[in-house]
């Protein structure tokens, strides 16, 4: 019976239809990607193409700094606001990281939880805008993310830093109990993800976000402080960003300028969220279904490169994604709205 209920559960879950879309995609990369459809063995598939250790690490090691990046977008969502500044927080921060590696002595794992502090004092900047001076999240981390990718540039006079510091670098290339395919900074990535997954669902903190995206008026009445939520889940964002943009430098063994603001991991992680049922307007939404989403963009992303799709065309398609997402989300808000309004009504 128990069994039964949880597989029901599965189903009727939002992420469920995402989940199996994901499945037919893998599965169509990796035919696409091999050889196997001009006669060579169907086990080609499993060791080429899409599944050739190269491409999978190399989207594992991508996938390490949307995660972050994701589980901290994800409770600012759910909370009510957004961050389009943590790609310009985890590059500056990063620039950082590797200006002192280059010109100081002080050990990297210093600098690194140096550099961590510093992340989420850029959180604090963003808490001031939007809590001290008004402004609208969207509007406040939009302009900051152009502060921060010029500065950048204006550190190292738009070069890269190269990073030679073996401890940090090694932390990079770890792999996972000696796998050949899983980065040991991708198990941490999913550690996190799992760790904001328990406490979004079962804690008090949790559901006080969930509260203050839903219905801040409830949330202040309730004996909640909005302006503290918005603080801490501010901060955390960006400490989580700082984190991952230190842990994609330490792979890449450089920082770059510009490269972390350029990819698009937090274009991607934003709509991986959205994509996976977060409400852009706050109070609904899960990480579950949100890394499935981002699975789903990242093999969706693979499988264009797999077919020399022109890189203008990913372009299009990403935004096309995030469009749909939108809307997808705005249909589902006016379904929950409206199903509210008739409760209220017969209720009377």
Known sequence: MQKNSTLK???HHKAFPLLIVLIIFIIATMIISTVVLKGEPLSKVFVTGFMARGNLVGIFYKLVVQCFMLSGIVILLIGGNIDLS??????IVAMVFAWLCQNTEIHWLILFLACIIMGGGLGLINTFLVNVLRFPSFIATIGMASIYAGLCNVITQGNNIQISRQGFVALGKAQFLGSDYL???FIIALAVLAIYQFVLSNTTFGRSVYMCGGNPQAARLSGLKPNRMRMIMFVNNSVLAA???LLWTANMKLASPSALVS??????AISAAILGGVAFFGGAGSIGGSFIALLLLNVFENM???????SYWVIFASGFVLVLALVLDYISA???RKALLIAATSGH
């Open 304 to 310: 264009l490169a797999v077919l020399k799709i022109p």
């Open 243 to 245: 984190i991952g943009g």
């Open 263 to 268: 990819s698009g991991f937090d274009f991607m």
């Open 334 to 336: 006016e379904r929950r």
């Open 183 to 185: 980065p040991l900074v």
């Open 86 to 91: 943590v790609a310009g927080q985890a590059g």
């Open 9 to 11: 559960r599965l189903i």
